[in-house]
């Protein structure tokens, strides 16, 4: 699948980690809470950000779990949007999400963040998450009760 990453014809594309314990069978996601820009200070989100030009998406996410976070992380599955191409976040970016799982480093908010949480399953929604947010919390939050259903 081809992405634009910032062009005029389509969505900025946005890489997000779904910081979690396990990638089969996740029990644990972290938060964090954006200082900037203003109008996102205070929510909750999952750490990422914008993939560079010329820079594949998973490269960005690491990169930019690294320069947020402090850390290196394992990739698992990516968590697919219903349309298919990304989660919507208005106005003008779209973004891939994967559970991802800290290999290297203790995570803290060095950049962008002033607090992270480490939310057990079952109280994922219980910080202001980011109305774009939402939805793929929702969306992981079924994903790891299905299977610790199994």
């Known amino acids: 699948m081809l992405w634009a990453v910032s062009d005029t014809s389509g969505p900025v594309l946005v890489v997000g980690g779904a910081v979690v314990d396990d990638l089969d069978r996740p029990t644990t996601l972290l938060a ?16 990422g950000g914008k993939v560079d030009p010329g820079e ?10 690294a320069e947020e976070l402090g850390v290196r992380v394992e990739v698992g599955e990516e968590l697919i949007a219903p349309n298919g191409l990304g989660w919507d976040l208005p106005p003008l970016h779209r973004m891939r999400v994967w559970l991802v799982r800290v290999i290297e480093g203790e995570p803290a908010p060095i950049e962008v963040h002033d607090e ?13 998450w980011l109305p774009a947010d939402v939805p793929i919390v929702l969306a992981l939050t079924a ?7 199994r």
């Open 32 to 47: 964090a809470r954006r200082t900037e820009p203003p109008h996102l200070a205070g929510g909750w989100e999952l750490p």
């Open 143 to 149: 994903l790891a009760e299905q299977r610790q259903a």
């Open 116 to 128: 992270l949480r480490h939310l057990r399953l079952g109280h994922w929604s219980e910080v202001g």
């Open 56 to 65: 594949e998406p998973l490269e960005a996410l690491h990169r930019e779990l």
